[in-house]
């Protein structure tokens, strides 16, 4: 369960022909700044701090409904 605030994402990645996700939370606040969701990753400097995302290795960022 994600904590107040907190939004939770699932992530997608790709390493050498093979897929791996990750959940993460990241504040609400940060993705309703941005149009779009990789946007937050790629441009939010309190989420960039508190985890490093490899953004060349992102396939897919999709918002976890609870």
Known sequence: MSKKGQVRV???FVDEGG???E???IPAEAVQAY???IDVFMED???Q???FVD???LCSA???EE
Do not use: C, N, T
């Open 23 to 25: 959940e993460v939370s």
């Open 10 to 12: 699932r992530l997608l």
């Open 45 to 47: 400097e309190a989420v």
């Open 55 to 57: 953004v060349e290795r």
């Open 35 to 37: 149009d779009r969701l």
């Open 62 to 64: 999709v918002i976890v």
């Open 49 to 51: 701090k508190s985890m």
């Open 19 to 21: 897929y791996h996700q």
